[in-house]
């Protein structure tokens, strides 16, 4: 299985919601992110969880909160969002041993819009 | 100025011909990778390189470490080839997020 799967694949939320993005593999990887993708530009580093433990946090706002309950799960919990953080929000995985790079498998992502 | 620069930014085939898309980067790198984004937003790797060249099927990677620069080639192109090309940079090894270029909007026509 070389399947990373996100839900939900479309979300709409107001201003004052609370809501959640969920990535899921089941590769054994022990690396998984988080990037945004605003239209028609390169997606952006937010998270990095390697081992189940934030390692990397590129200054994202308080308001995206990471969450990696086991080493197969990847959550993004979202509260308090401004229209600008619409985007395509995109989950990834790969191996974590230091020293060696790894491949990346990408999400389908979640398009995200705040109203 | 990004890390990581591509061209050409939009290009424009028709069937058949051979493609190439550049990749330069200014720092330094544990891979460069190439990756391909169809319209809707999936993201597929095709090529992790550290040195030297990479071939799947119709599409060839290379990177020059010393002159910090990478090109994606794809030969025989077909329109189910057209999408998005993006290179991108591993900075360390291990769980290290990927920076990356602007991507190429690469059309083929029929």
């Known amino acids: 299985d070389t399947e990373v799967t996100q839900t939900p694949k479309h979300l709409v939320m107001g201003m004052t919601n609370k809501k959640s993005l969920k990535c899921e593999q089941h590769?054994?990887?022990?690396?998984m992110y988080w990037y945004k993708q605003k239209a028609k530009k390169p997606p952006e580093l937010m998270f990095v969880?390697?081992?189940?433990?934030?390692?990397i946090n590129e200054s994202v706002p308080s308001r995206f909160s990471p969450e990696c309950p086991n080493s197969s799960l990847l959550n993004l919990h979202l509260h308090a969002l401004q229209p600008e953080d619409s985007a395509l929000y995109l989950c990834?995985?790969?191996?974590?041993?230091?020293?060696?790079?790894?491949?990346?498998?990408f999400g389908p992502g979640t398009r995200l819009t705040v109203t | 100025k990004n890390e990581v620069e591509q061209s050409p930014q939009n290009l424009t085939a028709q069937e058949g011909e051979f493609i190439t898309i550049n990749c330069s980067y200014s720092?330094?790198?544990?891979?460069l990778h190439w990756l391909q984004q169809h319209p809707g937003g999936g993201i597929v790797s095709l090529f992790m390189?550290?040195?030297g060249k990479k071939k799947h099927g119709r599409l060839i990677a290379t990177i020059n470490i010393q002159e910090k620069h990478s090109s994606l080639h794809i030969t025989a192109s077909h329109p189910r080839d057209s999408a998005v090309y993006i290179c991108?940079?591993?900075?360390?090894?291990?769980?290290?997020?990927?920076?990356f270029g602007k991507g190429t909007h690469l059309i083929i026509q029929p």
């Open positions: 990834a995985s790969s191996g974590a041993g230091t020293g060696f790079p790894y491949e990346q498998y």
């Open positions: 590769m054994g990887h022990r690396a």
């Open positions: 969880y390697s081992y189940e433990k934030l390692s």
């Open positions: 720092v330094g790198i544990s891979a």
């Open positions: 390189l550290s040195s």
């Open positions: 991108a940079r591993g900075l360390g090894g291990g769980a290290d997020g990927l920076t």
